[in-house]
């Protein structure tokens, strides 16, 4: 059981569900839109991969990420591998910049964003690299300060989407490689 013996018990589990009664006028409209045209349900995939990196490697490149069906963003993170395993000594939320100085991603052989990151965390210049966890976040906010982001909050975002928007509205699917 990984670093220590330690034991999980659930005591009580609950689910709390809403009813809702639907007036007959809001059925027989749904029933009329249906006899006209199928229903769209906007289902957000969410896929997490997993690479190694070997220790002492100054280069990474993964080809094929995704193929076929792209995401809408893309958010890359680093981290122990044993944290990531489940040591029970490590955070599995300790995402470190293992001082990297050039993150790209390619989308059908072109780079997104056009101008590749490149942070030089040993001198504090990361700002683009943190400022891409904000673009389009609108109201909702991201409660992280510059230093928590490069002490153990490195997350990279990359937005895919075509009109590189974050927001409710539907994107047409878009088929391309990822590298």
Known sequence: ??????????????????????????????????????????????????????????????????????????????????????????????????????LSVYVNGQPMPSTPLQPDFQHNHFIRAFQNLFVNAEDRGLHLSRSEFSEGNALFRFELSPDLCDSAHLNLIRHSNLR
């Not at 009329?32 to 100054?58: D, F, H, Q, W």
């Open 1 to 102: 059981m990984g670093d220590g013996d330690f034991k999980v018990v659930l005591e009580h589990a609950s689910l709390f569900v809403r009813k809702v009664r639907v007036s007959p006028g809001v059925v027989l409209g749904h029933a009329k839109a249906l006899e006209k045209t199928t229903a769209k349900y906007p289902i957000e995939r969410v896929v997490c991969k997993t690479y190694s990196v070997p220790t002492g490697n100054m280069s990474f490149v993964q080809d094929n990420i995704f193929i076929g069906q792209m995401p809408k963003r893309l958010v890359v993170a680093f981290m122990d591998t044993d944290a990531f395993n489940g040591s029970y000594k490590k955070s599995p939320f300790d995402f470190k910049h293992y001082n990297i100085n050039f």
